[in-house]
Nanobody
């Protein structure tokens, strides 16, 4: 069973950058597709980005496309979310999630392992 721990959140000014990390325990990380989701205050959790188990394919929400980059290092059991050109509307708790399939997904219900979340706050 994979367990996930996010880090790298914090307070940043609009236009700045942050890099989130999600460290996974367990021996089967490389067989899991990974995703990042976020939840802003008073809103439902939403999809941000996903990456296949091999790392060969990615997909993004339209709201972050061109600004965020998801990547993974299977040798280090870690997935990353590089966030550039941050906007106040990116403020949220960011969660990484694992899906026991090779292909990524935009759908929250297809992920069965979740981290505890890390807060990202973007000031204007």
């Amino acid at each position: 069973q994979v367990q996930l721990v996010e880090s790298g959140g914090g307070l940043v000014q609009a236009g700045g950058s942050l890099r989130l990390s999600c460290a996974a325990s367990g021996r089967t990380f490389s067989s899991y597709a990974m995703g990042w989701f976020r939840q802003a205050p008073g809103k439902e959790r939403e999809f941000v980005a996903t990456i296949t188990a091999s790392g060969g394919s990615t997909d993004y929400a339209d709201s972050v496309k061109g600004r965020f980059i998801i990547s993974r290092d299977n040798a280090k059991n870690t997935v990353f979310l590089q966030m550039n050109s941050l906007k106040p509307e990116d403020t949220a708790v960011y969660y990484c999630a694992a899906r026991p399939r090779g292909s990524g997904s935009l759908m929250e219900y297809e992920y069965d392992i979740w981290g505890q979340g890390t807060q990202v706050t973007v000031s204007s």
